[in-house]
């Protein structure tokens, strides 16, 4: 499958990495134009008392920048909505379709906005759940649509039909397993340049952790490491 273009859209700064870095870097490396759109601020991503939103905003930016860099990102975009407060806005449907009918890419990844829970362990952020759904309204019907938001075409983007779509999966669902055998070694050192985040984890393992999870998506198939996703192919 050759992409000449990608597009991931997510809510926080490090959302990608956790969801697609590994499958990110593959792409990039086999030179794919990959583009981020991270949906909020990440203000919300410190709990300490010393940062304020704007400290938190700042410095979440510069690393998911940094980041970007690391896995051959090099087009990062912030559409700046308050971390913890997204929903699925029709302001929000205008922003992502903005960047998809600019970017016109071959594939949209993004969170699958269905997913409530995970095991007994971990409830998903609604921020997630918030901007995978506003991704499925833009993919049908908002980018490929003439008359929806008229002052896009004012800025001359003309609609566009999102023919691939993939969604983040978890272990064992989904119908696209990625091999990230050769690229997990960069999910991980990526997703500890978000230095805030690991930070916050007092006595986490990351390495460890990111391992399993990589090993447990992988499990029934040939690969070691691996990110699932549940695909679309749009027809209509
Ligand atoms: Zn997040």
């Known amino acids: 499958m050759q992409l000449e273009r990608a597009l991931v859209a997510f809510a926080h700064p490090d959302d990608a990495e956790f969801l697609c870095g590994g499958t990110v870097a593959l792409w990039t490396g086999a030179g794919t134009e990959v583009t981020y759109v991270c949906a909020t601020d990440g203000s ?77 362990t971990y409830i998903n952020h609604p921020d997630h759940r918030a901007v995978g759904e506003a991704v499925l309204a833009v993919v049908a019907c908002d980018a490929p649509t003439r008359p929806q938001f008229p002052e896009l075409l004012d800025e001359g983007l003309e609609p566009y039909k999102v023919r691939r779509l993939w969604l983040s999966a978890e272990e064992g669902e989904g119908d696209q397993v990625v091999d990230i055998g050769g690229t997990i070694d960069l999910k991980i050192e990526a997703l500890a340049a978000h230095q805030s985040q690991i930070a916050n984890m007092d006595d986490f393992d990351a390495e460890g952790t990111l391992r399993e999870w990589a090993r447990e998506m992988a499990a029934g198939t040939e690969f070691e490491y691996a990110e699932r996703f549940r695909t679309f192919d749009i027809e209509f």
């Open 44 to 120: 919300a991503g410190w709990n300490g008392p010393d940062l304020s939103r704007e400290e938190i905003a700042g410095l979440r930016k510069n690393e998911m920048r940094t980041v970007a860099e690391m896995l051959g990102v090099h087009d990062v975009r912030f559409l700046g909505y308050r971390d913890g407060a997204l929903e699925p806005s029709l302001d929000l449907r205008r922003d992502l379709t903005r960047e998809v009918r600019r970017v016109r890419p071959d594939v949209l990844v993004a969170p699958d906005p269905s997913r409530l829970w995970s095991g007994r």
